[in-house]
């Protein structure tokens, strides 16, 4: 055991531009659940935490163009969250809405049919849509105005939201065998577990940014 391997998957998703993309790969959630040391969790999911330390080594070589957010000034950030993040949320999960719906009506009488799709995918429309509203219109303006210190108990509640997208996406995979497509899956099918998949690790890029990054700077200032 080494110092870095003991090091939480929050810290090192800050530190390292590749991490996350490398905890995605091998399922290890680093955005709702990153205070746990590494060792922990990839024994939990019989990986070697050598073996990704490794990764992220070689990975990190081709990511020196990668913005160090925890690097650059709260209303930068939160700029950045907003225009990219919020945007694309707004714009993909009614997309995944009308593609699901798609795929239920055409597919309703197969067994690998992923019934309640839609309407779970609806719900995670409305959760979102609330949870932007409430960080653009309570959260971000305290912290753009200097009260970030002040801030605990919006910032609380955040993250507990934060825990129910993160069961969501459980719920989603559960939902889609694991966003896998079946042998008879049509090509709107195919996308759109495709597109379920980039929702997943964005929706979680986008979680680390804030938990990991924004809150723990904002509280400090």
Do not use: Q
Request: charged share 30%.
């Amino acid at each position: 055991m080494n110092a870095a391997t003991t090091t939480t998957l929050a810290e090192l998703a800050v530190k390292h531009p590749a991490a996350s993309r490398v905890f995605y790969r091998h399922g290890l959630d680093f955005c709702c659940h990153g205070n746990r040391p590494l060792d922990d969790a990839c024994a939990e999911l019989g990986l070697v935490s050598e073996s990704v330390m490794a990764e992220i080594a070689s990975e990190d070589l081709f990511c020196g163009d990668r913005p160090r957010w925890e690097k650059h000034p709260l209303p930068e950030l939160m700029a950045h969250i907003v225009n990219d993040y919020h945007r694309r949320l707004r714009e993909e999960i009614p997309l995944l809405v009308e593609m699901a719906a798609r795929v239920e009506k055409v597919h309703r009488e197969k067994d690998s049919c992923p019934a309640g799709l839609t309407l779970h995918l609806e719900n995670i429309h409305r959760a979102v849509l609330d949870h932007l509203a409430k960080e653009e219109t309570i959260l971000f303006p305290m912290i753009e105005e200097g009260r970030g210190s002040r801030a605990a108990a919006p910032i609380h509640v955040m993250e507990i939201e934060h825990e129910d997208h993160g069961e969501n996406l459980r719920r989603t995979r559960l939902l889609t065998a694991n966003l896998t497509p079946p042998a008879e899956a049509c090509g709107t099918w195919k996308a759109l577990y495709l597109r379920l998949a980039e929702f997943e690790a964005e929706l979680m890029e986008h979680i680390h940014l804030e938990n990991n990054i924004l809150f723990r700077r904002a509280l400090c200032e």
